[in-house]
């Protein structure tokens, strides 16, 4: 199996919203699917406390579905989302909303936060997601972030990446300023060339590629 690079990636999604129609919520419900599948692989069964860090963009929106799945099966998902909520994209706001409906615990913590209100926050839970940044992120990352996976590293704990290690470039390998160590990380659709190369190794841990239902057709141009 190929790895791809995120602009590769970007075209497989955009082929099977766009040439197959898919709806790009559906695609996100199974990203979520998988990476809530992964997090209760690790836990052991419910009634186990998962926590999700979530960002703003779709990789985010891959951890609120993630948190939904696993409290509709009985765990204690609670999300901490580092986003405003007026900041989310279209597919992550109605995640937003779903899990508001189903009351998933969801702390809004912003984009620009104060460290001092996480560290108690990262010391209950069997396993954390990570749904922080996804294949789209080029630039080393800056504080209050470095602090957060600097914490959450040493912590310890089981964690599952989605898509991709927050902090990994997606194309090189390169930790940028610093990276989730994950336990595993479910990929969506192909792995991502940064998993082999340069530091990606050290940082991804178990890789799991999943199925979200992109069409074999548009899958084979990169196999």
């Not at 960002?55 to 929106?61: A, E, H, P, R």
């Not at 995640?95 to 108690?120: D, L, M, Y």
């Not at 659709?189 to 999943?210: C, D, N, Q, S, W």
């Amino acid at each position: 199996m190929r790895a791809v690079t995120a602009a590769e990636m970007r075209e497989i999604d955009r082929r099977a919203i766009e040439e197959f129609g898919i709806p790009s919520f559906q695609l996100m419900e199974k990203a979520g699917e998988a990476v809530a599948q992964a997090a209760a692989q690790l836990a052991g069964p419910p009634p186990k406390k998962i926590l999700v860090l979530a960002g703003k963009g779709n990789n985010g929106g891959d951890g609120l579905v993630a948190a939904r799945l696993l409290h509709d099966r009985g765990y204690h998902a609670e999300v901490l989302l580092f986003s405003e909520r007026e900041k989310l994209k279209a597919d992550p706001a109605r995640n937003f909303v779903e899990n508001a409906k189903r009351s998933v615990p969801t702390r809004i913590i912003g984009e620009h936060f104060a460290w001092e209100t996480i560290p108690q926050m990262l010391e209950g839970p069997e396993v954390v997601i990570d749904a922080l940044f996804g294949v789209g992120l080029d630039k080393p990352l800056g504080e209050p972030y470095l602090t957060l996976i600097q914490r959450l590293n040493r912590e310890g704990k089981k964690v599952v990446s989605a898509d991709i290690p927050s902090g990994l470039h997606a194309d090189t390998g390169q930790v940028l300023g610093d990276c989730v160590r994950a336990t595993v990380t479910v990929t969506m659709g192909l792995p991502k060339k940064g998993f082999y190369e340069g530091e990606g190794p050290e940082v991804t841990g178990r890789i799991a590629v999943a199925d979200i239902g992109i069409p074999k057709e548009v899958l084979n141009a990169y196999l």
